[in-house]
């Protein structure tokens, strides 16, 4: 869960939102600007058979308007683990957003004095597409299920027979950690940098040499920050992060790279130093124990105040 929040706010930025879907629907060409899209609520209400209101929380969802005119609604949900029931989730979303446009139609309408009853909204009502695109994070190849058909209990002739009956809802997977160079190199925004570090996860040395070499502009550098420390446990980038509020600029992936080696050697001093001390307080203990079994009790509150006594001590019982 918390990956999927910390990957959900670098995603709100309409930037990084707009990357990925001219990426993966445009084929990287940029069709969809950042001021043509607009944050919607996460919650979507609907009604349910019985009459009673339902709640969903999707993740990510931006309306897109072209010349004042909305013309979609696209949906990012994010999955940090495979989901076996991920085709039906998504379309409860999708009708969800559908069911929420003819309610606002019918209430259009009626405002204006057309009521339609059994039809709900006019023939000349239209709706607009809703997309979902599944973000997946996760190492483990998602191989399915990625359709209806792909959860349901059919042989393949059977499957062939019912397809002209049966709703076969497939999702739009994007697997980050296993698309091609290709496709990542189309990412414009800070999410080339999520992807990056999620196709090299499993090499280290991979991945250092690919931050080190990148001049890539970071602009949002607290919720890419976020996003790694989520996909990663590395406290480095929290105690980098820090620091960048303090900057309140943009930097490059290298820059944060060496930042990131610096917290590291920083790191490493810091246990380096506990674990002295805790190996200093070891020997005065194993000092102090062997003086007392000795009867030796006035040396040792002599040797509490003279560290060059207490030094003498160790070396005589060999600590």
């Known amino acids: 869960m918390e990956k999927d929040l910390s990957t959900k706010e670098l995603l709100r930025n309409p930037e990084v939102f ?5 990426v993966h629907l445009f084929d990287g060409n940029r069709v969809i600007a ?12 609907y009604e349910k058979r019985d009459g009673n209101k339902g709640q969903l929380f999707s993740d990510v969802r931006m309306s897109c308007r072209k010349q004042g005119t909305v013309i979609s609604l696209i949906q990012a949900e994010n999955q940090s683990s495979i989901c076996n029931t991920m085709p039906f989730r998504d379309l409860g979303y999708i009708y969800s ?11 259009d309408n009626e405002a204006v004095g057309k009521h339609y009853y059994v039809k709900e909204i006019g023939d000349e009502d239209r709706l607009i597409p809703v997309i979902t695109l599944v973000l997946y994070y996760g190492q483990d ?12 209990d059919l042989n393949g002739a059977e499957k062939e027979k019912l397809a002209p009956y049966v709703l076969n809802h497939k999702i ?18 800070d999410f080339w940098h999520v992807s990056m570090y999620l196709a090299s996860k499993k090499d280290r040395k991979k991945r250092e040499e690919l931050f080190h070499d990148s001049q890539r502009r970071i602009r949002h550098p607290e919720e890419l920050l976020d996003a790694l420390y989520a996909l990663s446990k590395d ?3 929290l105690e980098v992060r820090s620091k960048m509020q303090e900057k309140e600029e943009e930097i490059t992936m290298c820059e944060m790279a060496e ?21 200093g307080l070891t ?10 079994k000795d009867n030796r009790t006035a040396e040792l509150f002599q040797a509490t105040q003279d560290p060059e006594l207490q030094e003498k001590l160790m070396k005589e019982y060999e600590l």
């Open 235 to 237: 406290k480095r980038y």
């Open 18 to 22: 707009a990357d990925v879907v001219n």
């Open 172 to 189: 739009h997977l994007i697997p980050l950690a296993h698309q091609s160079s290709k496709i990542m190199e189309m990412y414009q925004s």
């Open 141 to 152: 190849e998602w191989k399915r299920p990625l359709s209806i058909f792909d959860m349901l």
């Open 259 to 279: 930042e990131l080696e610096q917290a590291g050697i920083q790191k490493g001093i810091q246990k380096g130093r506990q674990q002295g001390m805790i190996q």
């Open 283 to 292: 020997r005065v203990n194993q000092l102090n124990q062997r003086l007392i």
């Open 34 to 45: 950042p001021g043509d899209l607009e944050l919607q609520p996460e919650e979507l209400i």
């Open 97 to 107: 957003n559908y069911n929420e446009q003819i309610k606002k139609r019918k209430r």
